[in-house]
């Protein structure tokens, strides 16, 4: 009688597990229940800063959408959601409080500006956000900011690449001393951000620098240029605007007779958009990248050929292979890579904001992956720790031919440890005036 019991009792748990697998596997209606990893996504795809906002948006639904077609992630689906901003800080804050209820393992926030906003908020709800080469620079450091990464490069680092590659064409280090260097930057969280890194780094190497702040949204920078060029005279001009206020430079610049190759942009002034509306006014002009442009990726000829031959592109085809497409296709792989990395630790499964913490701090990706991935050149190899949450910190520069971008430079490596250094700093100032614990970097 004891033995049918038993048998009895295990034959009900098998059913009940069977039952169990079955209503997580099918619906309602009997048919097959696809798991499904929700992304949110604050794209802008109208007002000032259209252009970015729609680029960025669409490269990484493209690239969802070219995943979905091939069977998802070791299985798992995408499905997102696209919440309008309009590149307003708040408007994307009431958003991200809206969808956090639906679990995401990780948000991009689509602006400087959203990226402060959410630092307390996602730290709490235990939500990473991945400010792709934006944002907060000393958020690279993990031990203050544990749900927080700017893969594959932060601000500073992009500073130092940047000066590292104008000593270049100058002729090495040394002859920076005595160099008169203009930062032009808008007078938003994200333009004063190198101030003070260039500021220090104009003692350490003997340049001169002086910011110019400009005011939102940009369009006037006359009184900005007259001192630049008749009373700085300067020699590099440093080119940190947004949107439309990133050709004003290039216009001002002709009207002034300063060459066009002394002007560099740092990466949002580094698109299309930037150099089209003043045609071959800006032949020869630079901009740094995190990323490679172009059309020329297996990976981007697989989304053209799948998605947009499956009518299922999420912009112009004439834009695919963009710089700011390019740039949200990059905030894809990192995702993606981060979620693959989570499945190979926790199994395959819909990754949650404390597993893609932890896999975001053990990113491995190797020029071997990028390979596979078919995206040799268009980003560089990234490897975090729970220390570091920025990953290698490389930049390369581009420059306009007078009809496309041209990548001109290999992978500048930043001055790492100088850059580290400061960011360790200003992190642990801010964890004082939080009253934060620093994590073990361990």
Not at 371 to 386: C, V
């Amino acid at each position: 009688m004891g033995h049918k019991v038993n048998i009895s009792y295990c034959c009900i748990m098998v059913v009940i597990h069977l039952m169990m697998f079955s209503s997580q596997v099918l619906g309602d209606d009997g048919e097959k229940k696809v798991p499904k990893q929700f992304v949110p996504i604050l794209s802008y795809r109208v007002g000032t800063f259209s252009a970015a906002g729609s680029g960025l948006a669409s490269g990484m639904i493209d690239f969802m959408q070219l995943r979905n077609l091939q069977g998802g992630v070791n299985g798992i689906m995408y499905e997102w959601e696209e919440y309008e901003t309009g590149y307003n800080v708040e408007r994307a804050v009431d958003y991200y409080e809206q969808f956090k209820s639906k679990k995401p393992a990780y948000v991009h926030p689509f602006s400087t500006g959203v990226a402060y906003a959410l630092i307390e908020k996602a730290t709490r709800d235990r939500i990473p956000v991945l400010s792709v080469g934006y944002g907060r620079t000393d958020c690279s450091d993990g031990r203050v900011f544990p749900y927080f990464f700017n893969i594959p490069t932060n601000y500073w680092s992009q500073s130092t690449g940047k000066i590292k590659f104008i000593a270049g064409k100058m002729g090495g280090m040394e002859k920076l001393k005595g160099l008169k260097i203009a930062n032009l930057h808008l007078d938003l969280a994200f333009g004063k951000e190198t101030e003070t890194i260039l500021d220090d780094m104009s003692r350490t190497y003997g340049f001169v620098v002086k910011h110019y702040s400009v005011a939102w949204p940009g369009i006037d920078q006359k009184a900005q240029w007259d001192d630049i060029t008749t009373r700085f005279k300067a020699d590099w001009v440093i080119n940190r605007n947004f949107g439309i206020s990133c050709t004003v430079p290039l216009k001002e610049a002709a009207r002034h007779g300063f060459p066009i190759d002394r002007i560099i942009g740092f990466w949002w002034c580094g698109s299309e958009e930037t150099v089209l509306p003043v045609e071959s006014a800006a032949k020869g002009y630079y901009a740094t990248n995190f990323h490679g442009v172009g059309k020329n990726f297996p990976l981007i000829r697989q989304i053209i050929d799948t998605v947009y031959g499956s009518m299922k592109g999420s912009i112009s085809l004439t834009r695919v292979g963009t710089v700011f497409y390019n740039r949200g296709i990059i905030w894809a792989i990192i995702s993606e890579e981060a979620l693959r990395t989570a499945h190979k630790k926790f199994g395959v499964q819909v990754v949650t904001g404390e597993q893609m913490q932890w896999a975001l701090e053990h990113l491995n990706i190797t020029e071997e992956r990028i390979d596979e991935i078919g995206a040799k050149g268009l980003l560089p190899a990234i490897k975090t720790t729970p220390a570091d949450h920025e990953g290698g910190g490389w930049v390369r520069v581009q420059q306009w031919d007078g009809k496309e971008w041209v990548s001109v430079s290999g992978w500048i490596s930043p001055l790492k440890d100088y850059v580290r250094k400061k960011v360790e700093a200003s992190a642990e100032t801010f964890a004082k005036e939080k009253k934060i614990i620093l994590r073990s970097a361990e």
